[in-house]
């Protein structure tokens, strides 16, 4: 092999070995990122699928070099990633423009800060614009700008320094379903035609069909401590057709891999943590119930299958996971194979009126949750029926951080509430069972 393919066929980022903790007072640190190992070739889309909170973000931030990792190493053509390197540029979800610049004042400050003299600037700024097609609004503010207009300038904004590595974050998920397919589609085409000054692609998304639809590579992350959990090249040649029976298939392969044993175990859903530690995500009431009524009807009866349920409901995996798996915890539903199934508890569910429904979930609340049996327990034990929620917060806090236990003891307050096993009292901060049912 002589050097010029030994030097095309090393990446242009490696990762390994990469975790990431964060800090907590008084207890252990929060782990984010566990043991990541990765790399990105050159002439190719990857995309980082996984729900939100997995760590994705977090690992394109430490790629971008805006990050420092706790432990491991990430190297940009060799070299370690310190600051924020020159060849690597990233485009974010929330837009980041600066409201005070035009659209051109905005693509220029990167080249800016690199001391591009102004002429040579206004020259490279026009042309990206030009570019992702923003011609004729140069002298726009971004208040002006629809959601996708303003999408099209931060990539013009990255692509404008010329990098080798363009980093994107979840770059469509603020944007509306149809404006998102067309920037999909420009970018692609832009890519697919060589126009980008770029030689590789690495998005982070949860949308399955999205990766489907754009990427050369599919890394899946798992979470809690993020981490890879698998691994998919896609194959199918471009533009690839949602309907084809090929990319069909790789969707329920993904839902799949992401709803294979291991990966939600049955005795405590996706969650982390066990016991009164395990963290909750905050899931209405009204969304579960929904969802177990459709899964009941026509044409699903009792058994559907994911990627057709998210489609029908039009919800992303963020979405539709955590319903399913809250659904899961309580046994009301089993997740297999990329399919979910009413159990029988989920069926009774499903016919029973608002009081049937409200016994039967009580009980299963306190046999499936043990923050609710627990609280439900100090309530029982105390005279006064009465406990204040900054108790069972900071017990919480031991285990995770501030935000997740506040979001936590909220989600068994609103369901504990729903099934009327003890109440809560918003403006006093406490749980009592004066109003239990």
Request: charged fraction near 25%; proline fraction near 6%.
């Amino acid at each position: 092999m002589n050097a010029s393919t030994i030097a095309a066929a090393a990446p242009l980022v490696s990762v390994r070995g990469v975790r990431k903790s964060y800090e907590k007072t008084g207890s252990a640190p929060l782990l984010v990122l566990d043991n990541v190992n990765l790399s990105l070739q050159a002439n190719e889309i990857v995309g980082l699928l996984g729900r939100s909170g997995c760590g994705k973000s977090t690992l394109l931030r430490a790629i971008a070099g805006l990050i420092r990792p706790s432990a491991g190493s990430i190297d940009f053509r060799g070299v370690p990633v310190q600051g924020s390197p020159d060849g690597i540029a990233m485009v974010f979800q929330s837009f980041a423009l600066f409201p005070w610049l035009t659209v051109q004042g905005n693509v220029e400050v990167g080249l800016e800060a690199k001391g591009i003299a102004p002429d040579e600037r206004r020259k490279q700024a026009l042309a990206a614009i030009d570019l992702i097609g923003l011609d004729g609004y140069e002298s726009a503010y971004p208040k002006e700008l629809s959601g996708g207009m303003r999408q099209r300038v931060g990539l013009a904004r990255a692509l404008v320094v010329r990098p080798e590595v363009l980093l994107m974050d979840e770059p469509f998920s603020a944007l509306d379903v149809l404006t998102a397919e067309t920037l999909r589609t420009d970018l692609l085409d832009l890519w697919s035609e060589g126009r980008m000054p770029i030689e590789s692609i690495l998005m982070v998304t949860h949308n399955i069909e999205e990766a489907v639809l754009m990427c050369d590579r599919i890394i899946i992350f798992g979470s809690n401590p993020g981490r890879v959990i698998g691994e998919l090249p896609i194959t199918l040649p471009q533009p690839r057709d949602r309907l084809d029976p090929a990319f069909r298939a790789l969707v329920e392969d993904i839902y799949a891999r992401m709803t294979a044993p291991g990966r939600t175990p049955p005795h405590e859903g996706a969650f982390a943590g066990t016991g009164i530690a395990m963290e909750l995500p905050r899931v209405s009431i009204n969304r579960m119930a929904g969802l177990i009524e459709t899964i009941a009807a026509e044409p699903y009866r009792g058994d559907a299958d994911l990627p057709v349920l998210a489609a029908g409901l039009q919800l992303e995996i963020n979405q539709l996971f955590p319903i399913a798996e809250a659904l899961q915890l309580l046994r009301f539903a089993e997740i297999e194979g990329g399919d979910i199934r009413l159990t029988t508890a989920g069926t009774h569910f499903a016919v029973g009126d608002i009081d049937a429904r409200k016994r039967l979930f009580a009980q299963h609340l306190s046999s499936y949750v043990p923050l609710v049996a627990h609280i439900r327990c100090v309530l029982d034990e105390r005279p006064t029926h009465r406990a204040p929620a900054r108790r069972f917060r900071d017990e919480l806090e031991d285990y995770m951080s501030a935000e997740h236990a506040a979001d936590t003891l909220k989600a068994v307050t609103s369901w504990a509430r729903y099934a009327e096993y003890f109440a809560y009292d918003d403006h006093a901060d406490l749980f009592t069972l004066e109003n239990p049912g």
